[in-house]
């Protein structure tokens, strides 16, 4: 079986304060597209939703426009770019940084099955 969808029309859209997050849904793939205006930053903006001290969702993709400041729980940080492929997991923080948009494709399938839903949603 071949499945094919287009990120121009994704399965879902789940909104939040200076972003969103598209998915598709495909036989073993969940697949995300997320968007984060100038400004924005997980602890104020998804924080309250999900209702974690920090991001517990485990991120694997590639930044496609903007830039990022990522930050573990240990204090490690790193800076990803247009072009960057990324690996992080739970427990980190993320900001934009600059007057750029960032959008990432990330493909680890937790984002698009769990970023940004409340406790109460089961994430």
């Not at 427990?91 to 990330?106: M, N, R, S």
């Amino acid at each position: 079986m071949v499945e094919v969808k287009t990120i121009e029309k994704p399965d879902e859209r789940r909104d939040f304060p200076g972003g969103h997050i598209e998915a598709l849904h495909l036989t073993g793939l969940d697949f995300a597209v997320g968007t984060f205006e100038p400004g924005w930053r997980w602890r104020e903006s998804v924080r309250p939703i999900v209702g974690t001290d920090l991001c517990e969702v485990h991120h694997s993709g590639v930044v496609v426009q903007g830039r990022m400041r990522l930050r573990t729980a240990d204090g490690a940080e790193a800076e990803v770019g247009p072009g960057d492929v990324y690996v992080v997991p739970p427990g980190h923080d993320a900001w934009v940084i600059g007057d750029e948009q960032v959008v990432v494709y990330d493909v680890g399938g937790q984002m698009a099955e769990t970023y940004a839903k409340s406790s109460d949603a089961g994430a």
